[in-house]
Nanobody, 127 residues
């Protein structure tokens, strides 16, 4: 059974850092594109990062470039999203997604590119 489970969210001070994890089961992460998205209340879901299969080609959205880093640990079948220097626009529910079965690619930051999603992990910035 294919499953994606995010973890690592929480309450962080402005300017702080945290690392989100996306643990996969039922398939091998390194064979599929994996994306990270976020959605703040009242806003549309936004793609922030993607890591490709095999060669680990990574893409970071301009809105978070320089602060977000995506990586993969194949031994743990887990993808990470490192968030640094948290900004007021960063609080959101963060989701990882995978393209496993589908054959259509609409780009790394288009939700339609992915066919499996995790439940999300919440990131909150303390005031």
């Amino acid at each position: 059974q294919v499953q994606l489970v995010e973890s690592g969210g929480g309450l962080v001070q402005p300017g702080g850092s945290l690392r989100l994890s996306c643990a996969a089961s039922g398939f091998t992460l390194e064979h599929h594109p994996i994306g990270w998205f976020r959605q703040a209340p009242g806003k549309e879901r936004e793609g922030v990062s993607c890591i490709g299969p095999s060669d680990q080609h990574t893409v970071i959205a301009d809105s978070v470039k320089g602060r977000f880093t995506i990586s993969r640990d194949s031994a743990k079948n887990t993808v990470y999203l490192q968030i640094s220097h948290l900004q007021p626009e960063d609080p959101a529910a963060y989701y990882c997604a995978a393209l496993i079965v589908g054959r259509s690619w609409y780009g790394p930051f288009d939700e339609k590119s992915y066919d499996y999603w995790g439940q999300g992990t919440q990131v909150t910035v303390s005031s």
